[in-house]
């Protein structure tokens, strides 16, 4: 129990753009066998059209308004226990920080800023880094954010020389302790 409510056993993973995100929620998908929720991939596939071209069509806010209506429906009382993948940028709203502890275990997944950049300049699809420097951006982005992933996360993991099977059996180990403390 946290503040008299009951936290559901999801976990929740947080965490910049590149950091791993979505391979871990994969990993833990298979290890758990709970179903998984990859926020962006939900959202593209439920409107049909990508990230990029929501933000170009919506601007970034109204990108934001649906990442926080499909928190709110993620947050439903008999939802069936989940691994949750946000994208990066989910904890830029005060709102969202909240709906996330309350969804469950958040993790919060680090990665350095060069690997940050080699596996997010593989694509184009994340609309916030088509600038001249993107190195630049990615600083920025994490000076400002990394406040808000801190104060959202229940753990920081850094995944420096780990692989996702690494970082996953961390991650169940924790949460394991997380629930039993929160039964
Ligand atoms: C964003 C991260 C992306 C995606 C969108 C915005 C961000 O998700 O939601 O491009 O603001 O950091 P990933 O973290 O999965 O790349």
New binding site residues.
Partial sequence: MVDGVSVPKNIVLI?????G??TVGRELQQRLGYPLVD??SLIEQRTGKS?ATL?SELG?SG?RDL?TQLLEELYAPEAPRRII??????I?RPQNRTLLRQLGYVVWLQAPVGTILDR?SRNR????LHTDDPRARIEA?LTERTPWYRETAHLALDTRGLDSGEISTGILESARYFFTGHA
């Fill in positions: 965490g910049f753009m590149g950091c995100k979505s926020m962006d990230i933000f970034e990108f990442e993948s946000t994208g990066g940028g989910v830029v997010t699809d994340r609309p916030l982005l």
